[in-house]
């Protein structure tokens, strides 16, 4: 695991209101529920339980929203990755109950964004572009399922015309328009919601990578200068995390990049994205982008490279850029970053348990700004007993790749050659 990095390089670090600077954790400490992990799903789960009223400390290795919250693409997508094999599950209700889990975690940032006054962009407004004719197919698909469950938001079909007025590029042959999704400027809204939580009584520590949980009645989490006791542990380290065995294996660690270009002029918004809109293709291999509230191009996409050095992600990147917008062939590019996205093997994300008081939440795939929100609830709620939710998902059996922690990088790009042939052919 990466230890005690600061988070640079990327457009969200280069623009945060105000870094955290909570002190690392020293001697034992006592809490009802420890938490690993200042992401979403770390933080979103510290913010339900001291809400409710328990005594939360969170451990993080780094800084808050340092993992893949602090550097996503910023797209508020709905569904949950993974949503039909949980639905079946269910049963006769499994659809509608999965479809509405899968736009809770939209209400929740909504919510949490109002409560709490966080300054982090907020914007609604999606576009699902397509590049193949069964994307349009599945686009209609998308529509008649927003129409069955009485979707209370705009939403419309765009016409090949359409979508390249609205765009300016002529990459995508159609669109579903959906004003129930957005974007966000991600590290504001993960710092914004762990002040919050510190508001409601929680407790952060960062730059204090736990080295191991000691097991037992009340589990210990056990940092180099410290340590902490509680009643229960939330695991949310997601493609970060390697301290339990149990979750080695369980997903690939896919790598996103993004690059921002300088703040576009007047003329290229008008052409490139007028409506603000965040932009997603339908590849597994995909790519996203949306402008930033100063007028950047935020371009991304995932690929086989797995280090951090900005100019090979400007030389991966820009050329996917120009195939979609030929015309910023001479837009300077100010950053260029990336982060490990959490992918199941099945889709499926995993909250489950180590033992009794041990839980854990990972593996959200391109969905995780939605379903974080989500799994912070549930995982709250399943501390104060209430399993509904989390069993949907923790009896869901996660399919494990034997040696992917020891052949992980190997592992992973054979999979994404194996869906970049999918995306292509499939
Ligand atoms: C480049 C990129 C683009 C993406 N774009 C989108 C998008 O547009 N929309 C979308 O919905 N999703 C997107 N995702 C996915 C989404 O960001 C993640 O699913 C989500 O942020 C996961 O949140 P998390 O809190 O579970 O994990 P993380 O944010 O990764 O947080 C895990 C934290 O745990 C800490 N940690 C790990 N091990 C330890 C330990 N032993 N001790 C203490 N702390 C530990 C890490 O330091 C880290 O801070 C993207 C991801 C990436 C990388």
Not at 267 to 276: K, Y
Not at 293 to 311: E, H, I, Q, T, V
């Amino acid at each position: 695991m990466q230890q005690a990095q600061p988070h640079t390089g990327s457009y969200y670090a280069a623009t945060v209101n105000k870094v955290t600077d909570y002190a690392p954790l020293r001697g034992a400490q006592n809490a009802d529920v420890c938490v690993i992990g200042a992401g979403f799903t770390g933080i979103s789960t510290a913010l339900h339980l001291a809400e409710r009223g328990y005594k939360v400390h969170v451990v993080e290795a780094n800084k808050v929203g340092w993992g893949a919250s602090g550097r996503n693409g910023g797209q508020i997508i709905g569904g949950i990755s993974g949503e039909e094999k949980v639905a079946r599950s269910l049963g006769q209700d499994g659809e509608r109950i999965m479809w509405q889990m899968g736009w809770a975690g939209h209400d929740i940032i909504r919510e949490r964004v109002e409560t709490y006054g966080i300054d982090c962009d907020l914007k609604w407004g999606y576009l699902d572009v397509a590049i193949r004719q069964r994307h349009l197919r599945e686009q209609h698909e998308q529509l008649e399922a927003l129409e069955k469950h009485g979707f209370p938001h705009e939403y419309k079909i765009l016409s090949r015309e359409e979508t390249v007025s609205l765009i300016g590029t002529e990459a995508y042959i159609g669109s579903l328009m959906n004003m129930g999704n957005g974007h966000v400027h991600t590290l504001n809204l993960c710092i914004g919601q762990a002040r919050a939580a510190v508001s409601r009584g929680a407790t952060i520590f960062e730059q204090s990578p736990v080295l191991r949980i000691e097991h037992g009645a009340r589990p210990r989490v056990i940092t180099g200068q410290g340590s902490v006791t509680a009643d229960f542990v939330v695991i949310a380290g997601n493609a970060y995390h390697f301290i339990e065995r149990k979750l080695r294996g369980n997903m690939f660690a896919v790598n996103s990049f993004i690059i921002a270009t300088e703040p576009l002029s007047e003329e290229q918004v008008s052409f490139v994205n007028p409506q603000d809109l965040a932009v997603c293709d339908p590849n597994f291999v995909l790519e996203y982008f949306r402008m930033s509230a100063d007028k950047r191009l935020l371009f991304g996409g995932r690929c086989n490279y797995s280090g951090s050095d900005p100019g090979v992600i400007k030389r991966t990147m820009i050329p996917k850029m120009l195939r979609v917008y030929p015309q910023l062939a001479k837009t300077r590019i100010d950053y260029a970053w990336g982060g490990r996205v959490g992918v199941p093997i099945n889709r499926v994300p995993q909250l489950g348990r180590i033992s009794s008081n041990v839980f854990y939440s990972q593996g959200y795939s391109g969905h995780g700004v939605n379903v974080t929100h989500l799994a912070g609830q549930i995982m709250a709620d399943t501390v104060a007993g209430i399993l509904e939710r989390f069993d949907m998902f923790a009896n869901i059996k996660p399919v494990v790749i034997p040696g992917a922690h020891s052949f992980g990088k190997q592992l992973t790009a054979l999979g994404v050659l194996y869906y970049q042939i999918k995306d292509r052919f499939g």
